[in-house]
């Protein structure tokens, strides 16, 4: 019922500020129902899908909602089964958007990502001027996103809090997030994990 009701409800309200629909075992057809009525609704500021079983197929509709829509101000598609098509999608997007604030994408599937998705969506961070909170915990990403990551957020003038824990990070790319925190103007929250980059350098 969520891939008929709730889309409906979204192309006809016009009151709505935020729609939490968490923890519902939404599938992808409904997601992608959903994210599809959201490019229409210009009320939702804040969109949460988080643990549902949202997986890859979605990023057939991820672009279209983050490049059309400039409502939406936070997304949060946590825990869910979103790979390394999603994670491109998403790269190719944000570059574009202009209203996202917050975008939260931790404990999903991202570490299969080659490197094509990773320069692409570090070269998004930099171009972005509006996000501010970006969460990506737990996605197993490996250290060369770290350490490219570093080198996006140096460059970017809007982030203020990151989090990155639990992601097969090393001390060498911890190394390069503290060196991007301490010459970010605007970031003043980088959450790492420690036993990832070592206690030394946490």
């Known amino acids: 019922t969520h891939g008929i009701s709730v889309p409906r409800m979204l192309q006809a309200n016009s009151v709505l500020r935020v729609l939490d629909l968490s923890f519902n075992a939404l599938c992808t057809e409904a997601g992608i129902n959903i994210l599809d009525a959201m490019i229409d609704n210009h009320t939702i500021k804040k969109l949460s899908l988080r643990g549902n079983l949202l997986d890859d197929n979605i990023a057939l509709m991820l672009p279209d909602l983050l490049r059309c829509n400039n409502v939406l101000e936070e997304l949060d598609m946590g825990h869910n089964r979103m790979g390394f098509s999603c994670a491109y999608a998403i790269s190719e997007s944000i570059q574009v958007n ?44 490996g250290p060369d996103w770290g350490f490219k990551l570093a080198e996006a957020f140096g460059r970017n003038s809007t982030l203020t809090q990151v989090s990155l824990r639990d992601n097969r990070l090393d001390s060498r790319s911890g190394a390069a997030l503290l060196s991007s925190y301490r010459n970010a103007p605007y970031l003043f929250e980088l959450a790492l994990s420690a036993d990832e980059v070592g206690e030394e350098l946490w």
Do not use: H
Not at 101 to 106: E, F, K, P
Not at 124 to 131: A, E, K
């Open 98 to 141: 202009r209203s996202l604030r917050t975008l939260i994408l931790d404990y999903n599937r991202f570490g299969g990502a080659g490197s094509a998705t990773l320069d692409t969506f570090c070269r998004s961070i930099m171009m972005n001027y509006t996000l501010q909170v970006f969460v990506f915990d737990g996605n197993k990403l």
